[in-house]
């Protein structure tokens, strides 16, 4: 805990966290060296990772976030800086004493859904062996989506309600430009996107380089359910009626 320099003022504590396994079996004492310019940074972030010289991963946080610290590691998930980051400026934690009970519980729930849909992303990314369910790419670009969107009442994070997608299908997806017919897994494109093939290399290639279909996981307790479709037509009534479902 950075709470107190002898020569800096301290605004907020920032917690360190290092690796304790990389000190198991130590039968001397030892010392973790900081960085100051990611100590200080992280009082006004509230969240950074930053390598240290041996190539250690060290983590810089305001002590509210340190259950979502925990959280991340005991469930191996990775979580960007950025994100975080994001969530502490909008829910004003790095601002004043750091006691404001409304900003508090903003991060808490913030927190729960970043932890739940890295999770989900994880489980559904595996699923579908790191590739993408609409044109096979992968290089570590692939994301888990939800097919019935987690904003949307009771939407399962189960893995039957994902897609494995690139950047490209994620966002066409989420801007109900490409659809799936339930009952085939057939893949389609708005018209929108259609008339635009043979005008721009760059759409063409987009709508050749898609599947007919989608690859779906191996294990058939994992791919996506026909219901996960239907509620997701529903909930964004009117987006899909250029789709035949």
């Given amino acids: 805990m950075w709470d107190h320099d002898p020569i800096l003022a301290v605004p907020r504590p920032v917690i360190v966290l290092a690796d304790a396994y990389r000190r198991a079996g130590s039968t001397t004492r030892f010392s973790i060296f900081q960085n100051l310019t990611a100590l200080i940074s992280a009082v006004d972030v509230g969240w950074l990772t930053h390598g240290s010289g041996s190539g250690e991963m060290l983590h810089y946080l305001h002590p509210a976030l340190l259950p979502l610290a925990v959280e991340t590691r005991i469930d191996e998930v990775v979580i960007l800086d950025d994100i975080v980051q994001a969530v502490v400026l909008g829910s004003g934690l790095a601002?004043?004493?750091?006691?404001?009970?409304?900003?508090?519980?903003?991060?808490?729930?913030?927190?729960?859904?970043?932890?739940?849909?890295?999770?989900?992303?994880?489980?559904?990314?595996?699923?579908?062996?790191?590739?993408?369910?609409?044109?096979?790419?992968?290089?570590?670009?692939?994301?888990?989506?939800?097919?019935?969107?987690?904003?949307?009442?009771?939407?399962?994070?189960?893995?039957?309600?994902?897609?494995?997608?690139?950047?490209?299908?994620?966002?066409?997806?989420?801007?109900?430009?490409?659809?799936?017919?339930?009952?085939?897994?057939?893949?389609?494109?708005?018209?929108?996107?259609?008339?635009?093939?043979a005008l721009s290399p760059a759409v063409r290639s987009l709508i050749d380089g898609t599947y007919q279909s989608l690859a779906v996981p191996t294990r058939p307790g994992l791919r996506p359910r026909r219901d996960m479709f239907d509620l997701r037509y529903a909930h964004f009534h009117g987006e899909y009626d250029w789709l035949s479902v």
């Fill in 95 to 197: 601002e004043g004493d750091g006691k404001d009970l409304a900003a508090l519980e903003r991060v808490r729930r913030a927190s729960s859904s970043i932890v739940r849909d890295a999770r989900f992303g994880r489980n559904v990314i595996a699923a579908y062996a790191g590739l993408c369910a609409m044109c096979g790419l992968d290089v570590g670009l692939v994301q888990g989506a939800h097919i019935y969107p987690a904003s949307a009442p009771n939407s399962p994070d189960e893995t039957w309600n994902g897609l494995a997608l690139c950047p490209t299908h994620h966002v066409a997806f989420d801007r109900h430009l490409v659809g799936v017919l339930p009952y085939d897994g057939s893949i389609h494109y708005h018209d929108k996107l259609l008339s635009q093939r």
